[in-house]
């Protein structure tokens, strides 16, 4: 038997719940077939999310998913930002497979890259600060603090994987133009995706108890976000999702964390997303998105 | 005497990287004992920590360079330990990562000659090391008259910067920040 899991046809961190609620019972007992015939769109976190599904289910163990490719103009563009070559080490793929080259020196300032270890973090911001501080320049007019601090948030929030996740991850850096939310702006996103243990079981050892029953995904997102609280109790720890907010707080830029069934987002005045989501269909690991405006275009 | 240790080269030590940010927690602990042996090889000098030639620092690694280096070379007799050519996103990170301790160090800026506190300094301690700069070496009297303070207020502020190795109390009852001033 097999259990076709739609994707939809714009995928990015919210749609991804349309996703979640296509797989199922975890972890499941029958084939997966990722269809994304019918996808028109990626965000980063999409593509990510796409990748953290199709790792999730080779750990757990489920029969080999397979993905069904969208058309081939879209599919080139699902190769260029570097998911084909990913997805078919996960995935048995249908569809004709583009052999294009991994682009990285357009609009996808990081192409999907798996986060291991340590050096693996090390060469995203070191390829970042060396390749994509002029794109971030110049075409989002970022000030040169501003870009400091994207590699500094990027580094966080790919340590998160490596620090608490307990298995591999994936990263991707775009740059794409928020018309209806932001008149225009260019904005650029980070985009983090983990098949891991997800918030709740990190911290459930160390904070479970204060909260008793009210100890959930969304609370364990607040207590690690909002909170700064992490499953060290060494007083320097915690400090990567601290710095993320207060960069974001001061170029009003954006996070938004799935892990399990929820979802906690610090929205700026230009957002609308619901700053705190629960009882979402389960998805594995956790999912984190970041989103810097670029500066405002001139009158 | 005043050792000065490159972090861009305890860097390039330490871990296998063309690059030259101090990312990650693995990365800046690495850094840390390489550093701390150093120190070790040169009790009774003063060291300086030079961050000109370092890229991108993250915040943990602000915490595991320096946060860290600070807790675990309380014992070494570094008369003053202090940083230098550190830039503005450095600064942040490391007196964010200094604040969770409630430590302090001395960091002269690339972009500004003048010596500055990084981390969790009572303002009392402010005032004092800023009153300092402008006599190098003084007793604390001297220090009191520019402040408009009374002489034990003084005294308690520049003994306590003393005592975080941000400056020296010498036997004769001065306090000197060195070449840092």
Not at chain 2, 48 to 53: A, K, N, P, R, W
Request: overall charge negative.
């Amino acid at each position: 038997m097999t259990r076709v899991v739609p994707v939809p046809s714009h995928l990015d961190h919210l749609s991804l719940d349309q996703l979640a609620a296509g797989i199922g019972p975890w972890p499941p007992p029958e084939r997966l077939l990722v269809d994304a015939h019918a996808t028109e769109w990626s965000s980063p976190a999409g593509f990510a999310a796409l990748l953290t599904l199709g790792q999730a289910l080779v750990e757990s163990g489920a029969p080999a998913p397979e993905l069904t490719l969208p058309v081939p103009d879209v599919a080139s563009y699902w190769a260029k930002a570097g998911v084909l070559r990913h997805a078919e080490q996960l995935f048995q793929v249908h569809g004709m497979v583009p052999r294009r080259r991994v682009d990285e020196t357009s609009d996808i300032l990081l192409p999907l890259t798996i986060i291991r270890n340590a050096a693996d973090v090390m060469e995203v911001v070191g390829r970042i600060t060396e390749q994509a501080t002029q794109i971030l320049k110049h075409e989002l007019e970022l000030e040169s603090s501003v870009v400091v601090g994207f590699g500094q948030s990027l580094s966080e929030a790919c340590q998160n994987i490596v620090e608490h996740a307990g298995t591999a991850g994936w990263v991707a850096v775009h740059v794409y133009v928020y018309r209806k939310r932001l008149s225009g702006r260019k904005v650029a996103v980070i985009a983090v995706s983990d098949a891991g243990i997800g918030f709740r079981r990190s911290l459930e050892a160390t904070q479970a108890k204060r909260f008793g029953d009210r100890w959930s995904d969304a609370q364990a997102i607040e207590t690690a976000l909002i909170h700064g609280i992490s499953r060290f109790r060494d007083p320097g720890r915690g400090q990567g999702l601290s710095g993320i907010k207060r960069y974001l707080a001061r170029w009003e830029g954006k996070i938004s964390i799935r892990s399990g069934t929820a979802r906690v987002a610090i929205v700026p005045a230009w957002d609308d997303e619901p700053p705190r989501m629960e009882g979402l269909a389960w998805f594995p690991g956790s999912q984190v998105t970041i989103v810097i405006p670029g500066k405002e275009p001139k009158a | 005497m005043s050792g000065i240790i490159r972090l861009d080269i305890v860097l390039r030590e330490a871990v296998a990287t063309p690059y030259r940010d101090l990312v990650t927690r693995p990365t800046g602990a690495a850094v840390r004992h390489r550093v701390i042996t150093v120190l070790r090889a040169m009790q009774d000098d003063n060291a300086e920590l030079d961050f000109s030639e370092v890229g991108l620092m993250d915040f943990s690694c602000a915490d595991e360079v320096v946060a860290k280096l600070l807790v675990e070379t309380v014992g070494l007799r570094i008369p003053r330990l202090m940083l230098r050519g550190v830039r503005d996103h450095h600064a942040e990170a490391i007196e964010n990562a200094l604040v969770r301790y409630d430590l302090i160090i001395v960091a002269v800026l690339a972009e500004s000659p003048g010596p500055r506190l990084l981390g969790s300094a009572p303002e009392d301690w402010r005032a004092a090391f800023q009153a300092l700069t402008h006599f190098g070496r003084a007793a604390a009297p001297p220090v009191a008259d520019a402040l408009a303070w009374p002489v034990p207020r003084t005294v308690d502020a520049l003994e306590g910067l003393a005592r975080h190795r941000c400056l020296v109390a010498h036997p004769d009852a001065t306090f000197e920040l060195g070449a840092v001033a």
